[in-house]
């Protein structure tokens, strides 16, 4: 079976478990075809948002992994590289806290070195960490419409002009009060 197959086969077998586990428990309610229809349309929205969230950002690493990634270190050592803006952390919506694999390099193990300058910027204006992912990722045209990812993987001339942008950024965001004020 192929890598296509076996994820449609995967996806199959557990919406059937979810939908007869929300059935049995009364959570469903409505049996009708259109609510089956509006149900199949709902999760078929969230597949292609899904899909185009992990097109643009790509994984996201948990605690551990993060930990063993720099070696070993305590989580003390993370949540430190964390508050002191040289990882980038961000918070889903069900409260999981994980890192976006963009910012790890595998050889050697570590923050991609090129990147600690911008986060550095980019976090310390206070703004939600959500918001640098974005930035990270968005197409810039200054830039021929790469990402401030691969511009900054180039390095050279235009990694000084990015730093820049996350400059003048991180200052229109606190002007503008999206910042925490520190107390």
Do not use: C, I
């Not at 694999?101 to 703004?127: C, H, I, M, W, Y």
């Amino acid at each position: 079976m192929d890598l296509k197959e076996s994820y449609r086969e995967n996806v199959k077998e557990q919406l059937a478990s979810t939908v007869d586990q929300l059935v049995d428990s009364g959570e469903v309610t409505d049996f009708s075809p259109e609510a089956a229809q509006n149900t199949v349309a709902s999760v078929a929205r969230a597949m292609v948002q899904n899909a185009r969230r992990n097109e643009r950002f790509g994984t996201f690493y948990t605690t551990q992994h993060v930990r063993e990634l720099l070696g070993g270190v305590t989580r003390q050592a993370v949540s430190d590289r964390v508050l002191g803006h040289r990882l980038l952390r961000v918070t889903t919506a069900d409260g999981v806290q994980v890192y976006p694999a963009f910012q790890f390099t595998q050889d050697p193990p570590g923050v991609r070195r090129e990147l600690v300058p911008l986060l550095k910027t980019l976090l310390s204006s206070g703004v939600d960490s959500w918001t640098v992912v974005y930035w990270l990722t968005a197409k810039l045209p200054e830039f021929g419409n790469r990402t401030a990812l691969e511009v900054a993987s180039e390095g050279g001339g235009t990694l000084s002009q990015l730093e820049d942008m996350a400059k003048e950024d991180a200052q229109r965001w606190m002007s503008a009060g999206y910042g925490r004020v520190a107390s």
